[in-house]
């Protein structure tokens, strides 16, 4: 159960982190930082959702 959400919360922060690559900007930018935070909740939720 506890890998399920770790591993959807890790896919959440990488995919929320490549999504401002998408329309130009830098991959190590601070947007970049604040999808990838935003992806990593939305991760979590999803998780402890499928692991339930």
Known sequence: MRS???LS???GT???SYV???WGASSFS?????FGAAGGV???WLGARLST
Do not use: D, Q, T
């Open 14 to 16: 990488v995919v929320g």
């Open 42 to 44: 939305a991760g979590v």
């Open 20 to 22: 401002p690559v998408l």
């Open 30 to 34: 601070l947007v970049s930082l604040l």
């Open 9 to 11: 919360a890790l896919f």
């Open 4 to 6: 399920v959400i770790g």
